[in-house]
Nanobody, 124 residues
Framework: VQLQASGGGLVQAGGSLRLSCAAS????????VGWFRQAPGKDREFVAA???????YYADSKKGRFTISRDNAKSTVYLQMNSLEPEDTAVYYC???????????????????WGQGTLVTVSS
C-alpha cells in the first residue's frame, strides 16, 4: 500500500487542521493506521492510531484535542487537530500495517508502510 499525507500548513495557536492520509492499493480496511510526528531535533512520537474495527487510541497528551477517523470507502484516514499549540509544530506522518498488534502500535518500528509527511506549523 502507498500512503499520501496531506493537509498540513501554518495555523495560529488555538486553530485547527485536518490531516488526511490517502492510501492506494487493496484491502485498506485490513490495515491499522497510525499518525506519528517529528519535531526538529526530537524523536518521532506516536500521536494516534485507528484499528480495523474503528477503535481508536491516542497518546495521552493528545486526548481531547485530536481525533482520528477512517473512511474505508475512500481509503483515507483523517486526523482532526483542534486547539493547536506551538508545541504541536512538527512533520506529521501516517503509517500503516496489517500485522501490528495493540502492544506495538505506539512504536514506529512496527509499521511497514509510511507516507511522506506533511508539515504542521503552529504560530504563537
Amino acid at each position: 500500500v502507498q500512503l499520501q499525507a496531506s493537509g498540513g500548513g501554518l495555523v495560529q495557536a488555538g486553530g485547527s487542521l485536518r490531516l488526511s492520509c490517502a492510501a492506494s492499493g487493496r484491502s485498506f480496511s485490513r490495515y491499522v493506521v497510525g499518525w506519528f510526528r517529528q519535531a526538529p531535533g526530537k524523536d518521532r512520537e506516536f500521536v494516534a492510531a485507528i484499528w480495523r474495527s474503528g477503535a481508536t487510541y491516542y497518546a495521552d497528551s493528545k486526548k481531547g484535542r485530536f481525533t482520528i477517523s477512517r473512511d474505508n470507502a475512500k481509503s483515507t484516514v483523517y486526523l482532526q487537530m483542534n486547539s493547536l499549540e506551538p508545541e504541536d509544530t512538527a512533520v506529521y506522518y501516517c503509517a500503516a500495517d496489517q500485522s501490528i498488534i495493540i502492544s506495538s502500535m505506539t512504536s514506529s518500528q512496527y509499521y511497514v508502510y509510511w507516507g511522506q509527511g506533511t508539515l504542521v506549523t503552529v504560530s504563537s
